[in-house]
C-alpha cells in the first residue's frame, strides 16, 4: 500500500521557519521524483519544488527560490521541505508528490499539511 505521509505544519509568524517532512512506503522511493505542491484558498495547486531521483537536481518556483530548500533521504524513503523567511502568502496547503515519468509511470499524493503564516 502506497502511502505518503506529511508532518510538520503549523502556525508561524512571518519571518519564521518550518520543515516540512514527507515518510514515503509501498513503492521503490529511489526511483521516483519528489515534489512539493501546495494549495491555497481560491487557487490552483501549484508546484513549490522538486527533486529528482537521478542525480538529486532541484527545481523551485521562482516565489520561493532562496527561501525554500528542497532535500531527500533515500536511505529512509523522506523527503523534506525546509522553509525560511516564511511570508503570509506561503500560508496554504502543502502535499508531498512522488512521480515517476518513464514506465512504468505513477503519481502519487499525501493527503496535505497545513502552514499558516499569521502574526
Known amino acids: 500500500q502506497v502511502q505518503l505521509v506529511e508532518s510538520g505544519g503549523g502556525l508561524v509568524q512571518p519571518g519564521g521557519s518550518l520543515r516540512l517532512s514527507c515518510a514515503a512506503s509501498g513503492f521503490t522511493f529511489s526511483l521516483f521524483a519528489m515534489n512539493w505542491y501546495r494549495q491555497a484558498p481560491g487557487k490552483e495547486r501549484e508546484l513549490v519544488a522538486g527533486i529528482i531521483s537521478t542525480d538529486d537536481s532541484t527545481n523551485y518556483a521562482d516565489s520561493v527560490k532562496g527561501r525554500f530548500t528542497i532535500s531527500r533521504d533515500n536511505a529512509k524513503n523522506t523527503v523534506s521541505l525546509q522553509m525560511n523567511s516564511l511570508k503570509p502568502e506561503d500560508t496554504a496547503v502543502y502535499y508531498c508528490?512522488?512521480?515517476?515519468?518513464?514506465?512504468?509511470?505513477?503519481?502519487?499524493w499525501g493527503q496535505g499539511t497545513q502552514v499558516t503564516v499569521s502574526s
Open positions: 508528490n512522488a512521480r515517476r515519468d518513464r514506465f512504468p509511470r505513477a503519481t502519487y
